[in-house]
Structures are given as C-alpha cells and as structure tokens.
C-alpha cells in the first residue's frame, strides 16, 4: 500500500516566453490554493493527500500540469473551479474528472 493515497504534482516550471510553461499559467498560485484546501478539508497527511510541487513534467504544450498518483492520472486547469473539482470528484470520491484529462 502507498504511504499517500494519493500524491498529487504540480508542475510548477517557468520558461521565459513564447516557451510555453506551467509557471505562467498560474501554477503556483493553484497549487498554493490546493494545499490550503485539502488541508482544510483535513485530507492531508499519511494515508491521505499530498501535494508536491515538481520541475517539468514534459507535457508543457498540455499544461499546466497535474499528475496524481497512483493512478498516474495528468490534467489540466484553468482556475481554482477546475482544481476543486478536481479535489473533490477525484481525491475525494475517487472519480476521474476526464473533461480536465490530458
Ligand atoms: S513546464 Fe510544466 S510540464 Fe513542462
């Protein structure tokens, strides 16, 4: 059984433009956002939820990026609606939110 049930990265590389990077879209402040919700919600911790900044993930021209694991699952967002849903259809009740799959 994993330590986390699920281990959620957040890409949160930046590029100077055109290069196309996560950085610019927001992720920092996204993951920031997910961290203090998930904490709140008290999913976080051993057996639970934790979430990780990463460097590239290499699916820039997809991004910004997310992959959750175990289930090696990648999506996107655009705003803080997208990572609640995310939070609670997949981290919560184990549903994949294929309209953020990439
Ligand atoms: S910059 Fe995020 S996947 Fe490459």
Redesign the pocket.
């Known amino acids: 059984m994993s330590f986390y049930k699920h281990h959620v990265f957040f890409?949160l590389?930046r590029?100077d433009a055109p290069e196309?990077?996560?950085a610019c879209h927001g992720a920092d402040q996204m993951r920031a956002y997910a961290k203090d919700r998930i904490k709140a919600l008290k999913l976080s911790g051993e057996g639970k939820v934790r979430v990780n900044q990463a460097g590239?993930?290499?699916?820039?021209e997809l991004?910004?990026?997310i992959v959750v694991y175990p289930e090696g699952v990648w999506y996107t967002y655009v705003d803080k609606t997208d990572i609640d849903e995310i939070i609670d259809e997949h981290l919560v009740n184990g549903r994949v939110v294929e309209r953020l799959r990439i």
């Open positions: 890409c590389n590029r196309a990077c996560c590239c993930l290499d699916r820039c991004g910004p990026c």
